[in-house]
């Protein structure tokens, strides 16, 4: 997939641009007020009208000066509430992550009594002669090792670790899951920005899958291709969405946070000069792709 790739002067340059759009409408606003003040007076070079509109330009660069600032104390505030509930996100992950973990320990000592139970029978049955029963329980303990099996989706923790929440979700939702994901630890890309893209990319995905009452799927692959990180997804859905924009129509839901999910995403693309490409299907598939601009990666 081609894009144009922006270096990270005029990726700073664009986003500034773009914050100082609201700002700049002042201004021009003024101006054109002051201008018609001074028609409408019938006297632009008078020297009262001269001084009137100096004095009006600078009560009018205090204002927007003022302006400006509570615009970008909103901003950063606005920011800093984002980042609370991104933190309280993770803290909930986290906890839920222990919470799963907790089954899974307590999965293994089940597993780990039956094993001994097996040893136990299995000796019982070769000293007594009796192979077709020590085979039996042979076949059993091979398949309880099974289970010992580590969690293992990726080498960085951090996502392997959200990873392993999200698929006790689907489990637990009936949720088929397949995945390919090859993705190591030291990556110059900020885990917190991973876990904002895996999580929703993911989020997203189960809540569509919930109300799919046939073979409900989610694919998750993840991998580096020629100097970006490409994170992809599809997942079935109940009906083909419309896409508005290179994104989804604005959710009519009134929870706090709802339908923020692909902004977040759109907002860490932006910020690794990448892009974020939906996609829907005939055959009742929806798919996600997000490209980071990754120049130190390697291939895994």
């Not at 299995?122 to 000293?127: D, I, K, P």
């Not at 902004?263 to 000069?273: E, L, R």
């Not at 939906?278 to 792709?289: C, E, K, N």
């Amino acid at each position: 997939m081609n894009f144009t790739k922006r270096t990270p002067k005029e990726t700073k340059i664009f986003t500034s641009i773009k914050k100082t759009r609201l700002f700049l409408l002042f201004p021009a606003t003024q101006a054109f007020l002051l201008a018609a003040i001074l028609i409408r007076a019938g006297s632009g070079h008078t020297n009262s009208s001269i001084v009137f509109a100096c004095i009006m330009t600078v009560f009018c660069i205090l204002s927007d000066f003022g302006i400006y600032r509570a615009i970008k104390e909103s901003s950063k505030k606005g920011s800093l509430e984002q980042e609370k509930q991104f933190y309280q996100k993770q803290l909930d992950m986290q906890t839920a992550h222990y919470e799963a973990f907790s089954k899974y320990n307590a999965s293994l000592a089940q597993t780990r009594s039956l094993l001994e139970q097996q040893a136990q029978g299995l000796e019982t049955a070769l000293n007594m002669g009796n192979y077709t029963r020590a085979s039996e329980l042979l076949a059993d303990t091979c398949n309880h090792l099974k289970d010992l099996d580590p969690v293992t989706y990726c080498r960085h923790k951090i996502i392997n670790a959200l990873i392993f929440v999200k698929s006790r979700d689907m489990q637990e939702a009936g949720i088929s899951f397949s995945h390919s994901i090859e993705l190591n630890e030291n990556l110059p890309i900020q885990e917190m920005d991973l876990c904002r893209v895996f999580s929703n990319i993911l989020d997203n995905a189960i809540e569509a899958c919930l109300v799919v009452k046939k073979s409900p799927a989610i694919t998750l692959q993840c991998r580096i291709i020629k100097g970006y990180l490409v994170i992809h997804s599809t997942n079935t859905v109940l009906e083909k969405p419309k896409l508005w924009r290179n994104t989804l129509p604005p959710s009519s839901k009134s929870e706090p946070g709802h339908g923020q999910g692909l902004k977040i995403i759109q907002s860490v693309a932006a910020k690794y000069n990448g892009e974020m490409v939906l996609s829907s299907a005939p055959d009742g598939r929806f798919s996600i792709t997000v490209m980071l601009v990754c120049s130190a990666c390697t291939a895994q």
